[in-house]
T-cell receptor, first 114, second 112 residues
Framework: KAGVTQTPRYLIKTRGQQVTLSCSPI?????VSWYQQTPGQGLQFLFE???????NKGNFPGRFSGRQFSNSRSEMNVSTLELGDSALYLC?????????????FGEGSRLTVL | GENVEQHPSTLSVQEGDSAVIKCTYS??????FPWYKQELGKGPQLIID?????GEKKDQRIAVTLNKTAKHFSLHITETQPEDSAVYFC???????????FGTGTRLKVLA
């Protein structure tokens, strides 16, 4: 069974640009979450999607957005990039339910903003 | 706001010794507490979890304890091995919120 696939794995952007990251969940998983990982901050929740609907959003500025498609694949977008957006962006999928249960993480997309 | 504090940030133990990582959560509504292990270059992977109606759970060399009154939960690894070296994250979640609040991580080094 294939795991969570994130693309691209690495990317370098400059300030002011925008970026789109993609996530393909495990087959049959309909919930997709996104987290930002930075040194010293751990994992910070960005948003969660289920059946193309955002069910919760973390405390990030509006420059961070996401969406989910009918096949459960998800994308997140960051516009007007800032140096502080440099981080590992992790996508996780899970089975639907009450919102608790195992998250299956991808290997992440490492974004560097210059 | 919701917060999970994790200590220590780094931990070095001799192979065969035990390791303990502690977390404290702030939201009394939290009812699910997973622990994740992240190896270099990989995404975090669930190693054990506990729900609020249980005080302790064990899986071979790994155990987790939960004290709801004090809002504390801990990870215990016995008979540590070099392959236990990784970064460990605790997290807390509440049914219906669809999000996890993670601690800042503990880098565990097991010295051979």
């Amino acid at each position: 069974k294939a795991g969570v696939t994130q693309t691209p794995r690495y990317l370098i952007k400059t300030r002011g640009q925008q970026v789109t990251l993609s996530c393909s969940p495990i087959s049959g998983h309909r919930s997709v979450s996104w987290y930002q990982q930075t040194p010293g901050q751990g994992l910070q929740f960005l948003f969660e999607y289920f059946s193309e609907t955002q069910r919760n959003k973390g405390n990030f500025p509006g420059r961070f957005s996401g969406r989910q498609f009918s096949n459960s694949r998800s994308e997140m977008n960051v516009s007007t990039l800032e140096l502080g957006d440099s981080a590992l962006y992790l996508c996780a999928s899970s089975l639907p339910g009450g919102g608790t249960g195992e998250l299956f993480f991808g290997e992440g997309s490492r974004l560097t903003v210059l | 706001g919701e917060n999970v504090e994790q200590h220590p940030s780094t931990l070095s133990v001799q192979e065969g010794d035990s390791a303990v990582i502690k977390c404290t959560y702030s939201d009394s509504a939290s009812n699910y507490f997973p622990w994740y292990k992240q190896e270099l270059g990989k995404g975090p992977q669930l190693i054990i979890d506990i729900r609020s109606n249980v005080g302790e759970k064990k899986d071979q060399r790994i155990a987790v304890t939960l004290n709801k009154t004090a809002k504390h939960f801990s990870l215990h690894i016995t008979e540590t091995q070099p392959e236990d070296s990784a970064v460990y994250f605790c997290a807390a979640s509440t049914t219906g919120t669809y999000k996890y609040i993670f601690g800042t991580g503990t880098r565990l080094k097991v010295l051979a």
